[in-house]
């Protein structure tokens, strides 16, 4: 099921800032979605949209390591299951150094 507001594990209680420190900038993303080829590293479509996420799903860890390119869809089922997709990311990043 997908959650909405208070019964979704990102929820903040309704503040209005998105929390992520100003190092998480579009130069940085740009450089992760270049480093991964433009591909979402799950479903590994091609796609010139891609979201940036934090493998650890801490915002503050902007390390690049800590970082991969997912489209939309991949994005939202990584933020459920984290254990089980923290490890699969940090496998894949092994590869990636």
């Given at each position: 099921?997908?959650?909405?507001?208070?019964?979704?594990?990102?929820?903040?209680?309704?503040?209005?800032?998105?929390?992520?420190?100003?190092?998480?900038?579009?130069?940085?993303?740009?450089?992760?979605?270049?480093?991964?080829?433009?591909?979402?590293?799950?479903?590994?479509?091609?796609?010139?949209?891609l979201d940036v996420h934090h493998i650890d799903h801490n915002k503050n860890n902007c390390d690049k390591i800590n970082l991969v390119a997912l489209c939309r869809k991949c994005n939202i089922s990584a933020n459920f299951n984290r254990d089980l997709w923290s490890l699969y990311f940090s496998q894949l990043?092994?590869?990636k150094v």
């Amino acid at each position: 099921p997908i959650l909405f507001g208070a019964d979704h594990p990102g929820w903040k209680g309704g503040n209005k800032g998105d929390g992520y420190p100003s190092i998480f900038n579009k130069k940085l993303k740009e450089q992760i979605k270049e480093r991964d080829g433009w591909f979402c590293n799950i479903c590994w479509k091609n796609m010139d949209k891609l979201d940036v996420h934090h493998i650890d799903h801490n915002k503050n860890n902007c390390d690049k390591i800590n970082l991969v390119a997912l489209c939309r869809k991949c994005n939202i089922s990584a933020n459920f299951n984290r254990d089980l997709w923290s490890l699969y990311f940090s496998q894949l990043m092994l590869h990636k150094v």
